[in-house]
């Protein structure tokens, strides 16, 4: 599931259309000693290639050594999450372009042989 990040003005709006004055009234129910009152701890976003340099460093801390055996050109390498999205769109599915049927057919008689 992708994170969309709201607005201040979006928030305001859900809270408005679900009968709640603040965002504290929608966890009044639970009781206060349960409450997180700090920030989170959370490391800063990174890109997604460093994302993936980082579980790269990880796995081969757990399996040094080993290799890719699977062959006709699977290896790692870096594909950018985006490219599954553009694939996808039927523009790149092919390069066929639907001509009508008069374009098709050539009103040149072929040349004979003989």
Known sequence: MRY???SPADREEMLREIGAPNIDE???HIPAEYRFKRDLNVPRQMAESEIIDYFKQRSEEMAAGFGIMLGAGSYYHY????IDSL?????????Y???SASANSSSAPL????
């Open 4 to 6: 969309l990040p709201k």
């Open 26 to 28: 929608l966890f009044s």
């Open 79 to 82: 594909r950018p999450v985006i």
């Open 87 to 95: 694939i996808s769109r039927g523009e790149f599915f092919t390069a």
């Open 97 to 99: 372009i639907r001509r």
């Open 111 to 114: 040349p004979s042989s003989g």
